[in-house]
């Protein structure tokens, strides 16, 4: 007895040793060093920090945001992948818990006369005297468990990657809400900006429209010839037609506002305030290193890499030996009417067993080299994911600030123009100046004025850029 003890324990432990040789692969480390600055200054105050009602001031953009936070079916369904990942993280946990499960059964059986059990039957009956049912019935009731013991931790290494995958969806959502909060503020600026130009454009349609009464009457003066007549003319025309681009361009932006916020076309209300004295403010950028906990992709991605870790200790544990324990208590019998005849009805069962791959240690590894690949793949996005952060914030602080001196010399091109087109035109009632030069500086100052407000788009398209990219929006 001694000797078979000794010889099993013997087995499972050669068969533990041979099952533990699992190969070696190495983990990536993540390099998460960024620059101290982005550029002199070290001052931490982060615009990232701010929520996005208190960041975005105008109370029209603040409803149409909170609407589409509501109502935008892109945010809508990735919320139900979060329910999803959820609901993966409560099956793997129930995955290392033990089943246990009660259940009813019954059953006939009827074996032929010439074979092994039927000739046990003939015997027994002839024997005894008491024949068997004919046929066999087979009653049972009871409990029944199975139970898989995690020793190396697989399963529960399984649960925590895809609670960390769960986790980084809630990251996905963030970044879906960061985005969406800057397609919106974008596309509700890009609206208040084409209001303006169809304003510049109705205002230079009248001044173009005097300008060509003036020509009129000095053609019928014989002062100028029907030359100038129809260059004034054209000149109008193309005006006209300008605004009715800038119309659909304003119904199109409109109908992207309608989208994102989930609903069918209808008029978007907005601010009554000048679009020239909406202000670009200043935003703080803080310092690089704040990147990595605001923003979500960032975030998303180095969740995925603590995922991947636990997926090399999850595959590595494939190697090892697994116990798998199985049990049932319950009432069994051959007549219904002894099923409750405790005790001699009661029947039970347990069993373990300890399965060790000897044969399939190819498929095995295959998985533990794609687990580790997929880390080091993760890494590598991470990096990615930092440096490409790093570099939107510096390109859009750069940009932001050129435009701001871009603004300030435009400002003084337009009112140069101004006073160039009040002269021009007093000049040409005089018949000091000759129309090309009233036509030309009426066209430089209508260029000019869209200069002025595409640059003060550009300038609070860069603001809400600057916002996203430092990772705010999403609180």
């Not at 015997?123 to 005894?128: E, F, I, M, Y």
């Not at 009233?438 to 209508?446: P, S």
């Amino acid at each position: 007895m001694k000797n078979k003890i000794y010889n099993s324990t013997l087995l499972i432990l050669l068969v533990s040793l041979i099952s533990a040789c699992a190969p070696k692969v190495s983990e990536k480390s993540v390099n998460s060093t960024v620059p101290e600055t982005y550029k002199a200054s070290k001052d931490s105050a982060n615009s990232a920090q701010v929520p996005w009602k208190v960041f975005y001031t105008d109370p029209y953009l603040a409803n149409l945001i909170d609407t589409a936070l509501k109502n935008n079916q892109e945010l809508n369904i990735f919320m139900q992948e979060m329910a999803v990942a959820r609901n993966e993280v409560s099956a793997k946990k129930g995955a290392y818990l033990p089943n246990l499960g009660i259940g009813v059964g019954a059953g006939a059986d009827k074996v032929g006369e010439y074979t092994r059990f039927g000739a046990l039957e003939a015997n027994h009956d002839v024997k005894a005297g008491t024949p068997f049912p004919e046929p066999m019935t087979d009653f049972q009731a009871g409990a029944f468990a199975s139970w898989e013991v995690d020793i190396w931790k697989k399963l529960r290494n399984a649960k925590k990657a895809s609670m960390s995958r769960y986790l980084a969806t809630v990251e996905g959502k963030n970044l879906m809400i960061t985005n969406l909060v800057d397609e919106i503020a974008n596309a509700y600026y890009e609206l208040l900006a084409q209001d303006k130009m169809l304003a510049i454009v109705e205002q230079y349609i009248s001044i173009q429209s005097q300008a060509l009464e003036i020509v009129i009457l000095q053609k019928q003066s014989a002062k100028t010839t029907e030359l100038a007549v129809k260059r004034f003319e054209a000149q109008l025309a193309g005006t006209k037609s300008l605004k009715f681009k800038i119309k659909q361009t304003i119904i199109e932006t409109e109908n992207e506002l309608n989208f994102l916020l989930g609903r069918f076309p209808q008029k978007i209300t907005r601010t009554s305030q000048d679009f020239s004295d909406i202000s670009s403010g200043d935003i703080e950028a803080g310092i690089p290193s704040q990147l990595l906990q605001n923003r979500p992709d960032i975030r998303q991605s180095e969740l995925e890499i603590q995922a991947r870790k636990l997926d090399i200790k999850s595959a590595r544990a494939n190697f090892y030996p697994s116990l798998n324990l199985k049990a049932g208590l319950g009432l069994s019998s051959f007549g219904l009417q002894y099923l409750v005849d405790a005790p001699a009805s009661i029947a039970y069962n347990a069993a373990g067993e300890l399965i060790a791959p000897l044969l399939n240690r190819k498929a095995i590894k295959a998985v533990y080299y794609n687990a580790s690949a997929k880390q080091v793949q993760s890494v590598y996005m991470y990096e990615k994911t930092v440096l490409n952060a790093h570099y939107e914030v510096i390109n859009l602080l750069s940009k932001l600030e050129n435009l701001n001196s871009s603004y300030v010399l435009i400002e003084e091109q337009v009112e140069a123009l101004k006073r160039a087109v009040d002269v021009s035109n007093k000049l040409f009632r005089s018949a000091r100046a000759d129309y090309m030069e009233v036509l030309l500086t009426q066209r430089d100052a209508l260029e000019s004025r869209f200069d002025l407000v595409e640059t003060k788009q550009a300038q609070l398209h860069a603001k809400v850029n600057v916002y996203r990219a430092l990772g705010g929006g999403w609180k």
